[in-house]
């Protein structure tokens, strides 16, 4: 382990095809990691590891490797870039300290650039910007750069600029040290520096003033220095640079070409230069599990108590492997942790460096480091492992609810232990997968982020697993919710097992602006006194109840007040509570005009001017609202709300509308009413 302040970790994201995974293919060639390149067309990549991934190109699970650049060892996740897979970004970018965000040179920002930017926003994540693909035809750097500024609300600072465009596209010129950089595009060749062309010198001039203006605004030393015309030296710029960088005012904009080997040596200076080590970055913060209102903090230090976020869980033929950001102390093998979560101890067996699916052994693991650890059987994604002794718990990875469900069927009754135990190992990986059983069919249903999330599952039970089952056609996950105010009352009244059981309460729910989730609250009378015991599973009966509306779907968006709860001398009042309470939530439910809702897609469909036509007609007769179209380049942006019902198969029907020429993205958007 390199000393804290020469460690970076980072995470390349992006929409997908943008070139995240060839970029970070490249970082591990050029640093010395692997002696040869895979190509992602070709499925020879070292980070895309899964069989999934390499047969369609893309990146499904967060893959993490350790290298080093000069002196400094890089922990690097690569992330995928389908909206279906958003958590595995959302999971890396909580532990990551900054990140490499790719943009293609030709498409621009694109749905799931804005996703990985907003979930980098989050967590208040440093970042560079990438303009990759600066050799296609269309590319255009500037265009890219003002995007990245209009649309995703980024002061983006372009600290380079590129000599050429398209298949002219040889080099950059560095605003910081003003001098041409030249790649042969051979993959061992370190750029050539030279003198800026003369063509370009007044555009690079004219560059280098916007860029030292923009970090003036930053920084009153620079802005003195340069209001009174003296000259700033590289060294100067470069900590300005850093400085406004780790504060997220500033996003540094570089470009070239992965696939081309253009840009990488450059890209890879800059993580080193401007991005944060742990030692740059706060204490992370937490509470005492014990008493939430104590505020705790943890330094990067080894000498602080050992303190982790476990953030992705993976299945190594059938054994858990816990991936942990050590934020503070130090964690060897046999080591005992707390899990906060469960309040219960487990033993750390073995320590690894993960390099994609390969493992290395490690003695120790400390602050600042990224590792995976054997033996922690209970912990979940989101989960704090930390020193008995100083328990905290930091704040946990949100997740995402499915929109999409499926039922699966083993061929026979021993297929279907088998079909049970791999959907619950992939359901302790995926928090965004979910199982469970209908009551009414008995039928297993699984519910994940998209068609091809449900596919992949599907696929991967068959691989690794050896579970062949038969799978229905998708459904779409409705939730339920109510237009108006309603009071309902209930009675529950039983003999249980000679025990007189009794108890009555009546609750309002009432209908909360979309989006806003559920509310319970409780607004009993003063008088009677009732124990606290009676109370609390009355308001865990609303709770219970709210999983299942008039129609059977979840309740969203609803606010639930407990309003009367009645008790009878010599009865249990306890279960009679709770039932008593669901009840009356139900029976309110049905008199306050209770509605399906369905989600909601935003789609983003990138066409040729001749297909305009068809391809608003189609996204109409879908039931969607057109939101806008745009032109970029050569091509049109449709953007679109669609029902998610009425967009199964739609890939087809697009490549038939536009002769194969159109490609589109589609993210969860909205819960909406359910028309038609």
Not at 241 to 259: C, E, S
Not at 293 to 320: C, H, I, T, Y
Not at 441 to 448: C, D, L, R, Y
């Amino acid at each position: 382990m390199a000393k804290i302040d020469l460690v970076r970790n980072i995470g390349i994201v992006a929409h997908i095809d943008a070139g995240k995974t060839t970029v970070s293919e490249r970082f591990l060639f050029h640093s010395g990691k692997i002696h040869r390149t895979g190509e992602v067309h070709d499925g020879q990549t070292q980070m895309d590891w899964m069989a999934q991934e390499r047969e369609r190109g893309i990146t499904i699970t967060a893959a993490a490797t350790t290298f080093t650049w000069g002196k400094h060892e890089i922990h690097l996740i690569d992330t995928p870039g389908h909206v279906d897979f958003t958590i595995e970004v959302e999971r890396s970018l909580r532990v990551l300290d900054g990140c490499v965000v790719v943009f293609c040179a030709v498409g621009g920002v694109q749905p799931q650039s804005e996703t990985v930017w907003h979930q980098a926003d989050k967590f208040k994540v440093p970042r560079l910007a990438f303009i990759n693909k600066l050799d296609r035809i269309g590319a255009d750097y500037g265009a890219v750069v003002a995007e990245i500024r209009e649309r995703l609300g980024a002061n983006a600072v372009p600290i380079q600029l590129p000599i050429g465009a398209e298949d002219a596209f040889e080099g950059v010129i560095d605003l910081v040290r003003m001098r041409a950089l030249y790649f042969s595009g051979e993959l061992a060749d370190a750029p050539r520096v030279e003198e800026i062309p003369g063509e370009l010198e007044d555009q690079a001039i004219e560059a280098r003033e916007t860029m030292i203006a923009a970090l003036a605004d930053l920084d009153d030393a620079l802005a003195e220095k340069y209001l009174e015309g003296q000259e700033l030296s590289p060294e100067e710029l470069d900590a300005a640079i850093r400085k406004a960088t780790i504060a997220v005012k500033i996003v540094p904009v570089l470009g070239g070409t992965a696939l081309r080997n253009k840009g990488i040596h450059p890209l890879l200076d800059a993580v080193i230069g401007y991005l944060p080590s742990p030692a740059d970055l706060p204490p992370v913060h937490g509470v005492d599990p014990r008493n939430p209102e104590v505020q705790l903090s943890r330094a990067p230090k080894n000498s602080e108590p050992f303190a982790a976020l476990a953030f992705k869980v993976a299945m190594d033929e059938g054994r858990k492997v816990v991936f942990l950001r050590v934020f503070s102390g130090t964690i060897e093998p046999g080591a005992e942790m707390l899990n906060v979560r469960t309040g219960r101890k487990e033993k750390i067996a073995r320590l690894f460096r993960i390099h994609a699916e390969k493992r290395e052994r490690l003695d120790k693991g400390v602050a600042g480091e990224i590792v995976a650890a054997a033996g922690l059987k209970d912990a979940t994604t989101g989960d704090t492992v930390c020193a008995p002794t100083a328990p905290i718990l930091l704040e946990r990875i949100d997740t995402y609810e499915p929109v999409i469900s499926q039922a699966i069927e083993a061929e026979n009754s021993s297929a279907k232990e088998r079909l049970d135990f791999a959907l619950a190992k992939m359901a302790e990986e995926d928090p965004t997968f979910r199982v469970r059983e209908d009551a009414e069919t008995g039928q297993t249903i699984i519910s994940g982020m998209g068609e091809l999330h449900l596919e992949i599952i599907v696929d991967r039970m068959r691989r690794e697993y050896g579970v062949q089952a038969g799978v229905g056609k998708p459904q779409v996950v409705y939730r339920e919710t109510v237009l108006g105010d309603a009071e309902g009352s209930a009675v529950f009244e039983r003999e249980l097992e000679s025990k007189h059981i009794y108890a009555e309460a009546t609750c309002r729910v009432a209908s909360r602006p979309r989006g806003s989730g559920l509310d319970l609250q409780r607004a009993l009378p003063a008088d009677p006194i009732l124990p606290d015991e009676v109370i609390a599973a009355a308001m865990q009966g609303l709770r219970d109840a709210t999983s299942a509306g008039a129609d059977g779907f979840p309740l969203e968006d609803v606010a639930v007040t407990l309003l009367r709860l009645g008790i009878r001398d010599g009865a249990d009042p306890v279960i009679g509570a709770r039932a008593a309470a669901a009840e009356a939530f139900r029976r309110a439910v049905v008199a306050a005009n209770p509605v399906r809702l369905e989600p909601i897609m935003s789609v983003e469909v990138t066409t040729d001017d001749e297909f305009l036509g068809a391809i608003i007609g189609d996204l109409n007769q879908r039931r969607g609202h057109i939101q806008d179209v745009e032109q970029r380049g050569t091509k049109r942006i449709v953007g679109a709300r669609v029902p998610l019902r009425n967009m199964f198969g739609y890939s087809t029907r697009m490549r038939s509308l536009s002769e194969g020429r159109a490609t589109y993205a589609m993210q969860f958007d909205s819960y909406g009413t359910l028309e038609g």
